[in-house]
């Protein structure tokens, strides 16, 4: 039975598809990317009503979207009420589509629905899953008040919207991710900037939170300290008089989700609160927590601890950021203590001065010469070196001044990968201090002198790259203040060296990406002249073949019986050599498009596509066709590529559809916000769509040379035309239902 709310035929389910692959592209939230797909699936097949259901992290589907219905109407989509609507399973467990033109298929494959537990009537329906690759996202549904008889086309609609639809979605996680990433490391940025260079505790968690909150207004922040085994807030956020009254009492080192954070040393993410079963009562009013510590020395110290009250999961955006503003305050805090460690105005000069090149310098050798003088004005006893790991010896690349010559002669030519101490703090992959060295045992000469060292190495995608040392001249008992001050030091180091290795990593990319163009445009020429070169150098040959043929073929005599057979063979070479000589002509046809300079002007296409038709109509003098051309614009292009263009497009439409009773050729032009869209239309024998890909390459063929002639080369020189003018090539078409083949030009700003 027909839909009387079916659009007209004129507009055809191909042009809408088109239009939503615009659309879709220009999507920017999930919503618009459904109002999309259900307005033309509701419109292009009469639909009464639609409702797009996703997957939601494991925990079954729900409604995403709904067009069609009024508000407050019952519909098959209450709360629940898709679980049972048994269609939808099957078709997620089968990701394939299911189709009920009438309410009797319907009721006959699941006669549970028989008494619809919320009394709507369904009729027809279609049922079609949205797939990425091995993943289920969800499902389209579209409901009929009438029976409908889904034809193979709108089945292929319905498919291909889907798919958009899966692509749109995928397209936006990605972007979301992006967005989350740089909203990470806006945070860290703002974090950064608030705190300058402040080392108030309470300072510094404040304008944490003042940072969190203006991501996640929801979010309730606090910060604590270990006092006396017991986790004691040093800065708490507004919480209910009885919970502060529990957390200012401190709270037991054993604390399930405190004592996670401290063993895996990274922060912890709960989701779906439950006070009692992480042993803090009165934290009914949240939804989720977070615990991130901070340690000192390997001690934990402190614990940065966030809070929701609305939403129960944790989402990615939620985690990036806090991470990453968990890193910030943790370099604060480092400052904070490495402040309270440097003693004198001089130590704390260098150590400004080498928080500062953190942040702005990529110059190795003055971000290391920072490093040696943040230690010296601290401890001006100390050497200090910084290596690199040149193949199997670690090379000096800064060395201080207090380093005897001897010993920096011996340095500098290089010690071995596997010196005992720089292998001790490769493997320990941080910090390492030894209170005795051992020039023998250490295998480095000239080193007697030397007391105590220590070391903090650096990694590059897990391989070592630099060391970071400093060495006293008699034996010595690394302090606590000692060991403080060469963490923050080198912690500091490793942050700049990180923030040098990624500028020199993303400029090297660029430069390689900019190698790689220029590299890919002169191979492209040397191949375009290459080509043209051969394409002109076969000619010879061939044409001696063709005429050594037609010598042979005069010496024989055509009354001998076998020689008939020789004449025979000589015909057969001399239609391959033809051939070959079509074949050579596109290539250097091909070549030439390529080589062949543009002079952009206006063209009128009307007047190009009529001298096309009057060019090729004589050479099918007995094919009847059908031409309907519709208005088409003047447009900026090259007169004459742009004419190889639109001959190349109707001789391929006149070609396929000579089998036709009466061929008819459609071309008209859709304008568009930025360009004209061009199209031709046959109703020829068509194409098989999953081959389109293969139409506009170099010899590429869809049917045999004993069916449709041709060289394969008319298509690809489409192309290349028309990428040259910066528009798009395009083909649509089954088999046996003609094709539809088109291009699209800039329009002038």
């Known amino acids: 039975m027909s839909d009387p709310a079916r659009p007209a035929p004129g507009d055809s389910l191909s042009e809408r598809l088109q239009s939503v692959t615009e659309s879709l592209a220009a999507a920017a939230t999930p919503v618009a990317v459904f109002h999309i797909v259900l307005h033309p699936a509701l419109e292009a097949l009469g639909a009464i009503a639609g409702v797009v259901l996703l997957q939601q992290d494991g925990h079954g589907l729900h409604v995403a979207a709904m067009q069609g219905y009024a508000e407050g109407e019952q519909t098959l ?25 009438h309410q009797e298929a ?8 028989i008494t619809p537990p919320i009394g709507v009537t369904v009729v027809a329906t279609a049922v079609v899953p949205v797939l990425l690759i091995d993943q289920t996202l969800g499902v389209i549904v579209l409901v009929f008040s009438e029976p409908h008889e889904f034809t193979p086309e709108e089945r292929r609609f319905l498919r291909i919207l889907a798919a958009q639809s899966a692509l749109a979605l995928d397209r936006l996680t990605l972007s979301t991710q992006l967005q989350q990433q740089a909203e990470a490391l806006s945070a860290f940025a703002a974090f950064t900037e608030a705190v ?11 304008r944490a939170r003042e940072v969190l909150r203006a991501s996640f207004p929801d979010l309730a922040l606090s910060y604590y300290v270990l006092e006396e085994e017991r986790w004691v807030p040093a800065w708490l956020d507004q919480v209910p008089d009885d919970l502060r009254r529990v957390l200012v009492a401190g709270l037991p080192l054993d604390t399930p989700a405190y004592l996670q954070a401290v063993q895996t040393e990274v922060p912890v993410f709960i989701d779906h609160w439950d006070g009692e079963v992480q042993r803090i009562p009165h ?3 949240f939804s989720a927590g977070a615990f991130a510590p901070y340690f000192r020395q390997g001690q934990p110290v402190g614990m940065l601890v966030a809070g929701l009250h609305d939403e129960p999961r944790w989402t990615s955006q939620h985690r990036v950021v806090l991470t990453a503003l968990w890193r910030g305050l943790g370099g604060a805090l480092d400052r904070a203590e490495q402040a309270r460690q440097l003693e ?11 928080t500062e090149a953190v942040g702005v310098e990529t110059d190795l050798n003055v971000l290391a010469l920072r490093a040696i003088q943040a230690m010296q004005a601290a401890q001006p006893e100390l050497g200090v070196i910084y290596y690199e790991l040149a193949g199997a010896l670690w090379k000096p690349r800064v060395m201080s001044e207090e380093i005897p010559p001897e010993v920096a002669a011996v340095l500098r030519a290089g010690l071995p990968l596997e010196t005992p101490s720089l292998m001790a703090a490769l493997q320990t992959h941080g910090p390492s201090f030894t209170e005795g060295w051992d020039a023998e045992t250490e295998g480095v000469a000239q080193t007697e002198s030397y007391g105590a060292g220590a070391f903090y190495p ?6 070592p790259i630099g060391l970071f040392c400093i060495g006293t001249q008699q034996s010595r008992t690394w302090t606590t203040r000692d060991r403080a001050l060469f963490t923050a030091v080198g912690r500091s180091l490793g942050l700049a060296l990180e923030r040098a290795e990624g500028v020199a990593q993303l400029a090297a990319h660029a430069q390689e990406v900019e190698r790689s163009n220029a590299k890919l445009e002169a191979a492209n020429e040397e191949l375009e002249a290459f080509a043209y070169s051969v394409s002109h150098d076969l000619r010879t040959p061939v044409r001696h073949i063709k005429s050594f043929n037609d010598l042979l073929r005069k010496k024989l005599d055509p009354h001998a019986q076998s020689d008939a057979q020789i004449t025979r063979y000589l015909g057969i070479v001399d239609t391959a050599a033809s051939q070959m000589n079509t074949l050579i002509d596109a290539m250097l046809d091909l070549s030439r498009t390529s080589r062949q300079p543009l002079l952009i002007r206006l063209v009128d296409l009307e007047n190009l596509v009529t001298a096309a038709r009057s060019e090729l109509e004589p050479e099918m003098p007995d094919q009847r066709v ?11 292009a090259d007169h004459i590529t742009l004419r190889q263009v639109i001959v190349n497009l109707l001789a391929n439409a006149l070609k396929y559809s000579r089998t036709r009773p009466e061929a008819r050729i459609e071309i008209w032009a859709e304008e568009r916000p930025q360009e004209w869209a061009v199209f031709v239309r046959d109703n020829g024998v068509g194409f098989d769509p999953k081959y389109a890909d293969r139409l506009f390459g170099v010899f590429q063929r869809l049917h045999r040379q004993e069916e449709f002639e041709g060289t394969g080369i008319g298509l690809a020189n489409v192309r290349r035309i028309i990428t040259r003018h910066g528009g798009t090539v395009f083909a649509h078409g089954s088999l046996g239902e003609g094709a539809t083949f088109g291009f699209t030009l800039p329009r002038p700003p």
């Open 458 to 463: 650096y990694f590059s995608q897990g391989q």
């Open 626 to 636: 059908e031409w309907t051309m519709g208005p088409l614009p003047l447009v900026e």
């Open 77 to 101: 989509w209450q709360d629940g009420t898709f679980e049972v609507f048994s269609p939808i399973q099957d078709c997620l467990e089968q990701r394939a589509a299911l189709y009920f033109e």
């Open 344 to 354: 004198g105005r001089a130590a704390l000069d260098a150590f400004v001065a080498l």
């Open 106 to 113: 319907l009721l006959a494959a699941y006669p549970q629905l």
């Open 196 to 206: 300058g260079l402040n080392t108030d505790l309470e300072t510094l968690t404040q």
């Open 283 to 285: 934290t009914e009013t």
